[in-house]
């Protein structure tokens, strides 16, 4: 069995924290287990937690299309997964402790995929994995290195947000996906590089704040 397939199946049975109380699957993730690319999102919605896959509703086409026309790449050449593999009732947002729960799953996904772009979609993702409490609006828009061996996390908007949010969502969620493509092809930065790279953060009112970025 392989890592990914292990960790699946452990995933499967988890009970760690009470949205498995809820779930009527565990949504593992799914995709090209040695993907360059590896997409984070928040966690599973309806869809997804009645077909056990990750982005198969609205936001899902959304990512799809995203990828196709601004990453040039399909959904099959990508690994997509989630913060929380279980759909928080009604939609609501994880709680910090159902996050902390599953974090061992994300990172030993990261670490087993070995992705060299993470491309995180939405707050909690961003938040989660580059340890920060700051908002997506600012986070968004530029690189960050990510762990030792040279990959890099580009954060942008979740789906949902540009779905309720119209075009320019949209348009600053494709100019994310184009930095993603280009990440993905140029030289790895040096080890022990910490700075983020792109123009600083916008200093003035955010576009989306608090949930309505997720
Ligand atoms: N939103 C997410 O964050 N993840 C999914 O899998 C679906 C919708």
């Given at each position: 069995m392989s890592g990914l397939a292990?960790?699946?199946?452990?995933?499967?049975?988890?009970?760690?924290?009470?949205?498995?109380?809820?779930?009527?699957?565990?949504?593992?993730?799914?995709?090209e287990p040695?993907?360059?690319?590896m997409v984070v999102g928040e966690g599973p919605g309806r869809e997804e937690d009645l077909q056990g896959r990750p982005f198969v509703g609205r936001s899902g086409q959304l990512l799809d299309r995203l990828l196709a026309e601004e990453a040039g790449l399909e959904r099959a050449e990508v690994y997509i997964a989630n913060v929380v593999k279980c759909r928080p009732p009604d939609n609501r947002d994880p709680l910090p402790e159902e996050i902390a729960a599953c974090r061992p799953f994300l990172d030993r996904q990261v670490?087993?995929?070995a992705p060299r772009v993470v491309l995180t979609l939405g707050r909690f993702a961003t938040q989660v994995l580059l340890d920060t409490t700051e908002g997506i609006?600012?986070?968004?828009g530029r690189t960050y290195p990510?762990?030792?061996?040279?990959?890099?996390?580009?954060?942008?908007?979740?789906p949902?947000?540009?779905?309720?949010g119209g075009g320019a969502?949209?348009?600053?969620?494709?100019?994310?996906?184009v930095r993603a493509r280009q990440a993905l092809t140029s030289p790895r930065p040096p080890a022990g590089t910490?700075?983020?790279?792109?123009?600083?953060?916008?200093?003035q009112g955010s576009l989306l704040s608090g949930s309505q970025g997720r």
């Open positions: 292990e960790l699946a199946s452990t995933a499967l049975a988890c009970t760690r924290c009470p949205l498995a109380g809820g779930r009527t699957t565990v949504v593992f993730g799914e995709g040695h993907a360059g690319l670490a087993l995929i609006t600012r986070l968004r990510f762990g030792a061996g040279g990959a890099v996390i580009v954060p942008t908007f979740h949902a947000a540009a779905l309720r969502v949209v348009a600053q969620m494709r100019a994310d996906f910490t700075a983020p790279s792109g123009p600083p953060p916008a200093t």
